[in-house]
């Protein structure tokens, strides 16, 4: 299958700092990646899709200005997380869509864990 | 609104099989993603449906039913790695994913 990486996979910072998450489509041309947090013991929550060349589109209840996303590239997206604070400690997963047909296909980096102290 | 349901937890026995249901009310639909999730990690990809029928793939079976808005995932001669989380996850007319809260599956000796 095709390959999604993320980098860092953890980090932790100090509150107030910037921290960036990349998450990058290894063989294979993404125009939409999505990016989801996850609080442990719950699902997946879907914050914004990502898509190439365009402004990210941010589920409601997620601050743009907070959670910046840049979709420069068709093999590249990133996250960063402006002004962390200890409540946005989380694992925080991206995944590149490949359109194929019927074969449309989704696949997940393999997180990054973000701890805010 | 758009919505999907699947049972919260399920427990089944080594070696048997089990079903995971999902339904589904979402506005268009472009297809169903069932994907595994250990604890602490990435889900991973399962299966994909777009048409009506069973697709299988190894242990695992995964069927939709687009007129009921129903899939189910099927899981057969169950190990104990099968613990983890199921979550079904359907793509709509704009291509976001909506998702289930997932089913945990227990797995007992």
């Known amino acids: 299958g095709a390959v999604v990486s993320q980098h860092p996979s953890w980090v932790i910072c100090k509150s107030g700092t910037s921290v960036k998450i990349e998450c990058r489509s290894l063989?294979?041309?993404?125009?939409?990646m999505f990016w989801y947090r996850q609080f442990p013991k719950q699902s997946l929550m879907l914050m914004a899709t990502?898509?190439?060349?365009?402004?990210?589109?941010?589920e409601q209840g997620v601050e743009k200005d907070k959670f910046l996303i840049n979709h420069a590239s068709l093999t590249l997206s990133t996250l960063t997380v402006t002004s962390a604070h200890p409540e946005d400690s989380s694992f925080y997963i991206c995944?590149?869509?490949?359109?194929?047909?019927?074969?449309?296909?989704?696949?997940f980096g393999p997180g990054t864990r973000l701890t805010v102290l | 609104g758009q919505n999907i349901d699947q049972p919260t937890e399920m427990t089944a026995t080594e070696g048997a099989i089990v079903q995971i249901n999902c339904t589904y009310q979402t506005s268009g639909f472009n297809g169903l993603f069932w994907y595994q999730q250990h604890a602490g990690e990435a889900p991973t990809f399962l299966s994909y449906n777009v048409l009506d029928g069973l697709e299988e793939k190894g242990r695992f079976s995964s069927f939709l039913s687009r007129s009921k808005g129903y899939s189910y995932l099927l899981l057969k001669e169950l190990q104990m790695k099968d613990s983890a989380s199921y979550l079904c996850a359907v793509l709509d007319s704009n291509y976001q994913l909506i998702w289930g809260a997932g089913t945990k599956l227990i797995i007992k000796p």
């Open positions: 063989d294979f041309q993404a125009t939409t």
């Open positions: 995944s590149a869509l490949r359109l194929a047909g019927e074969l449309n296909e989704q696949f």
């Open positions: 990502s898509n190439e060349g365009s402004k990210a589109t941010y």
